[in-house]
């Protein structure tokens, strides 16, 4: 069992930074694979990025490319988002997930892959 606790959200203005953070504990750290996701009321969970379990191969979408940044630090047993520029439209409830599976990487980009979520925390981005 993992659990995983996100953190650093919050009300910024349009083209400010934010960094979440994912604290992960439970089983190993190092062999999982990460992804945040946002969502909406009323709509579908959203991918926006992931890191493989080596760090080693990130991916966005492509809303939020060259704009948010995610890393892993293993020592930490942490995962982060690092979001700049954000815009009113980056506002959401932003989840951090682990998958523990070596698994393709298109998987990533869905919710299916993913064996743990955490609770969310809420970014507003006011504009």
């Known amino acids: 069992q993992v659990q995983l606790v996100e953190s650093g959200g919050g009300l910024v203005q349009a083209g400010g930074s934010l960094r979440l953070s994912c604290a992960a504990s439970?089983?190993?750290?190092?062999?999982?694979?990460f992804g945040w996701f946002r969502q909406l009321p009323g709509q579908e969970r959203e991918f926006v990025g992931a890191i493989t379990w080596s760090g080693g191969n990130t991916y966005y979408a492509d809303s939020v490319k060259g704009r948010f940044t995610i890393s892993r630090d293993n020592a930490k047993n942490t995962v982060y988002l690092q979001l700049n520029t954000l815009k009113p439209e980056d506002t959401a409830v932003y989840y951090c997930?682990?998958?523990?599976?070596?698994?393709?990487?298109?998987?990533?980009?869905?919710?299916?892959?993913?064996?743990?979520w955490g609770q969310g925390t809420q970014v507003t981005v006011s504009s």
């Open positions: 439970g089983r190993t750290f190092s062999r999982y694979g």
């Open positions: 997930a682990a998958v523990f599976s070596v698994v393709p990487s298109s998987s990533y980009y869905s919710t299916h892959a993913y064996d743990y």
